[in-house]
């Protein structure tokens, strides 16, 4: 008879569980999402930039899909069965039916509003893709909600702008946004409203934030733009520039 796995009320725990098994068999699993940043911003978890985490958003790798499989199914996570089969090798769903929860998991790359590919960075961070590429993950959505604004003020809250380290690596962001017109397009929007919601004058902690946002967007400017930025900048925002997802409401708690 086969044992079953208690899966944790907590998302964070749960989250860890499903990481740390992988882990043993060679699978390798980093949170992105709100989650992520609960974890590796401390003031994630403080009253302002406090928010709920329900679910669960992984990254992995497409070679790993049926290792992934493997120890979701293994832990007692159900499957969404259609999606899976037509996104096999991109992105998988599933959902703890005891507490109600979804569980998103991305394979080498994270497809939203853009596409950025993950492959290599699941390979730095210990439970949770680095500061940096969660950054991005939040810049790059169009139409965000306050959630997405109090996980980015978390993060430039408690990290650095830098050319490098374990820091938010402006360099590596500003050299993206050098390639890809849509990209610094999408980027600078975001950057722009959460100044505005840090106040103004910006004051106290809302004057780290400004302060370090204001030195990436100086970073994204300065850096030398590719011919295809230079070339798709003259159409300008006549033609949309990102993609947005398909609403996706789930019918599986009722």
């Known amino acids: 008879m086969e044992s079953v796995v208690m899966l944790p009320a907590s998302a964070l725990d749960a989250a860890t569980q499903i990481i740390d098994t992988a882990e043993k068999d060679g699978v390798r699993l980093r949170l992105l999402g709100g989650l992520a940043f609960k974890k590796l911003c401390p003031s994630a978890g403080g009253p302002q930039y406090f928010r709920e985490n329900k679910d669960i958003d992984l990254m992995g790798r497409r070679k790993d899909t049926k290792g992934v499989v493997e120890v979701m199914e293994g832990l007692g996570y159900k499957p969404r069965e259609i999606f ?16 109600r929860r979804r569980v998103d998991i991305f394979l080498d790359e994270f497809v939203m509003c853009h596409r950025f ?3 290599e960075s699941i390979l730095a961070g210990t439970y949770t893709l680095p500061i940096t590429q969660l950054v991005m993950t939040k810049l790059q959505v169009v139409e965000k909600s306050e959630k997405e604004y109090l996980d980015l003020a978390a993060a430039f809250h408690d990290f650095e702008v830098t050319d490098g380290g374990g820091q938010i690596q402006g360099n590596e962001i500003a050299e993206l946004c050098a390639k890809d017109w849509g990209v610094y397009t999408t980027f600078r929007k975001s950057l722009e409203a959460l100044l505005a919601k840090s106040g103004s004058p910006a004051s106290g902690d809302g004057a780290v934030v400004a302060a370090r946002v204001e030195k990436l967007l100086a970073m994204m400017d300065s850096a030398p733009k590719s011919f295809g930025w230079r070339m798709r900048a003259r159409i300008g925002e006549k033609a949309r520039w990102y993609d947005l997802p398909d609403m996706d409401e789930d019918a599986v708690f009722g």
């Open 84 to 99: 899976n089969k037509l996104n096999m090798g991109q992105r998988l769903i599933y959902y703890d039916m005891r507490n």
């Open 117 to 119: 590919n993950f492959k």
